[in-house]
């Protein structure tokens, strides 16, 4: 049973362009969330999080931002550049835990 | 700093036989993670260690998995005996205390295990 779902496997997007990355979930234990990047044949690297009691958290080019009665959060990067392209991932601390639940992750292509 | 190191990077092993996976952690970090990623799947939890006790040993598959901690530092995950299932990449991560606001856990590469 997933409980974060990242719908639309892939996005292509142009350079200078905004890209935006959507995550749902289904658990509402879930208390903080995270968006990780991925390049091949290297593990996840953290790229910003959010917790439950805000709605939106800025760091340079990347917001995230969290519709808690929706229980969806969105991740919007821009301008976007190419070396931008990854997979990125969402996931979501369980409440009184520590252990992450991922999506199955979206590719990210920046055309230059 | 160093991040978190995984060794071996790439392991074939034949149905039946064993496999050791080790994780060295970010210096200081208390907690330690392991994570699974079979093939077209999300990463999913598989443990967590605090210094070297078992936290929360809920995501273990089946106990053909066996995770250790000795003395709260590096962590060793053995397959034993591996099934064609286990393939996957196996992440582990590290984090300092709590994730709390700015902390989060830092993900090795991972170990790409495939079971022929």
């Known amino acids: 049973d997933q409980q974060v779902k990242q719908n639309s496997p892939s996005l292509s997007v142009q350079e200078g362009r905004i890209s935006i990355l959507n995550c749902d979930y289904t658990n509402s234990m879930f208390d903080y969330f995270l968006w990780y990047k991925k390049y091949p044949a290297e593990g996840p690297t953290f790229l910003i999080s959010i917790s439950s009691i805000k709605d939106k958290n800025e760091d340079g080019r990347f917001t995230v931002f969290l519709n808690k009665s929706a229980k969806h959060l969105s991740l919007h990067i821009v301008p976007s550049q190419p070396g931008d392209s990854a997979v990125y991932f969402c996931?979501?601390?369980?409440?009184?835990?520590?252990?992450?639940?991922f999506g199955k992750g979206n590719q990210v292509v920046v055309i230059p | 700093e160093a991040g978190v190191t995984q060794f071996p990077s790439h392991s074939v092993i034949e149905k039946g036989q064993t496999v050791t996976l080790r994780c060295d952690p970010i210096s200081g970090h208390d907690n330690l993670y392991w994570y699974r990623r079979v093939m077209g799947k999300e990463i999913k939890f598989l443990l967590h260690?605090?210094?070297?006790?078992?936290?929360?040993e809920s995501g273990m598959p089946n106990n053909r998995f066996l995770a250790e901690r000795t003395g709260g530092t590096y962590s060793t995950l053995k397959v034993q005996p591996a099934e064609l299932e286990d393939s996957g990449v196996y992440f582990c991560a590290s984090s300092h205390r709590r994730l709390g606001i700015g902390e989060t856990q830092y993900f090795g590469p991972g170990t790409r295990l495939l079971v022929l």
């Open positions: 260690f605090v210094k070297e006790s078992k936290q929360d």
């Open positions: 996931a979501a601390r369980y409440y009184g835990n520590n252990r992450l639940a």
